[in-house]
């Protein structure tokens, strides 16, 4: 059981997460989840994610949250909310989904082609996380390709 989302209905695990999607999609969107916050909250932006749920959560109505884990699926969680009724596909179905490399940064808006400044930050420092963590990943690949270097 986990909380809707006051303004949308999407579910939410629980109240933080509740918070997380209120509070990053009002920064990212603005809009209705913008306006709800500001009208509940003053300082919603300024909020711990633990202070934020506990203002937000009693205005959310119940609502089941199916946790899906990875040993209960074929191939991880399934594509919730995306037509697919919560069923994965197959793990050897054999057509391409196009899906790009996160670290290329495909399907992210160009920072500089954004207009407001902070949604641009936020944008410019995923990418330079992701890229951190996938050169992290990558020198551990190396590292475990060569588990003696000096050999």
């Known amino acids: 059981m986990g909380y809707a989302c006051p303004v949308c209905d999407t579910p939410q695990r629980d109240g933080e997460h509740l918070a997380h999607h209120l509070a990053f999609t009002a920064m990212l969107h603005g809009g209705d989840h913008e306006a709800w916050l500001d009208e509940r909250v003053d300082d919603w932006s300024d909020r711990e994610p633990a202070e934020l749920a506990a203002e937000v959560t009693p205005h959310a109505d119940d609502a089941e949250y199916d ?14 909310g995306m037509g697919s ?22 399907g992210v808006p160009d ?20 890229r951190n963590a996938a050169a992290d990943d990558a020198d551990e690949e190396s590292d475990s390709a060569d588990p003696d270097p000096d050999a």
């Open 67 to 80: 946790e899906v884990f990875e040993d209960t699926v074929p191939r991880g969680r399934p594509d919730v």
């Open 85 to 106: 009724g919560g069923d994965a596909a197959p793990s050897d179905h054999a057509h391409d989904h196009g899906h790009a490399d996160p670290a290329s940064g495909a």
């Open 111 to 130: 920072p500089d082609a954004v207009d407001d400044p902070a949604v641009a930050e936020a944008l410019r420092e995923a990418r330079e996380m992701t």
